[in-house]
């Protein structure tokens, strides 16, 4: 089995007829994923790839049965488009989008609270479940059907760690990018803890980064819980000055705390075996499956 997603989710893509939309709902349709709906207001009754489009969520959702919907959507119109969403009902929301205004997205963490929905960023390469479903970015070509788990806020480190993981023949049961701006949906604690309840996860992968606590939360996470399955971690911006803010909004340190070590000190406490180079992370995960840790 894998988590949140699978063959049998049926996904709708919000910005549809835009060109990353289009072109990242064509990838996904060439991987087997059931894309049964487009979202553009105005271009409802038409097609694009061969998928109805509706001027809104709520209709695809009634018309089609959507569980899912990735979002295409430029940032000064991606929350409103999340709200619709979750309005209309959909279990699962991956938000592509990033540079989402940071109030914007207050707002719709409070809205998800009362929710039933799940988000899956924003600023995410999104969900990929090997031969099964793929939601987002994620490229195509690297993925194996497997039994590793892997959680991160970087996007290319992602696919560095599906590239070892395959290489090592060990593939990936699940693959989420939880994104790294400072308002976001998923975190590592609910992936983990979703890994940990999944059969066909054998192992985890972790991928943080400097900036932000989320680190440090699943560190505590993991230490109060009695067993969880062998997580290696990787914490990227190892030589940022503290202080500097890089790139992502989230990735800011400040009174000791956001920092690589801290992170990495944290992790390591709580029974993680942190590796100091992404090159390690595929063979440190293949040693710790074949040894039963």
Known sequence: MSILVDSATR???????????????????????????GVRMGKGGTSHLGIPVFDQVR?????????ASVIFVPPANAADAIEEAINAG?????????RIPILDMVRVRSKLKS????????????????????????????????????????????????????????GQSTCIGIGA?????????DCIERFNADPQTDGIILIGEVGGSSEETAAAYLTDIENSKP??????????????????AGTIMHY??????????????????????????????????????
């Open 59 to 67: 209709d695809a959702v009634s018309e089609t049965g959507a569980t």
């Open 256 to 293: 000791g705390t956001g920092t690589a070590q801290s992170k990495m000190n944290a992790l390591a406490c709580a029974g993680a075996t942190v590796v100091r180079s992404p090159v390690q992370i595929g063979e440190q995960m293949a040693s710790l499956i074949d040894n039963g840790l």
């Open 115 to 170: 929710s039933n929905t799940l988000l899956v960023g924003p600023n995410t390469p999104g969900i990929a479940v090997p031969g099964q479903c793929t939601l987002g970015i994620m490229p195509q070509g690297i993925f194996l059907a497997g039994r590793v788990g892997i959680v991160s806020r970087s996007s290319t480190l992602t696919y560095e760690a599906v590239e070892q993981t395959t290489r090592n023949g060990l």
């Open 11 to 37: 996904v709708i893509f919000q910005g549809i007829t835009g060109r990353q939309g289009s072109f990242h709902a064509e990838r996904a349709l060439a991987t087997g994923t059931q894309v049964v709906a």
């Open 90 to 98: 959909i279990g699962l929301v991956v938000c592509v989008t990033e």
């Open 231 to 248: 997580l290696v971690a990787y914490i990227a911006g190892q030589s940022v000055p503290v202080g500097r803010r890089i790139g992502h």
């Open 181 to 189: 701006d400072p308002v976001f949906g998923l975190s590592f604690v």
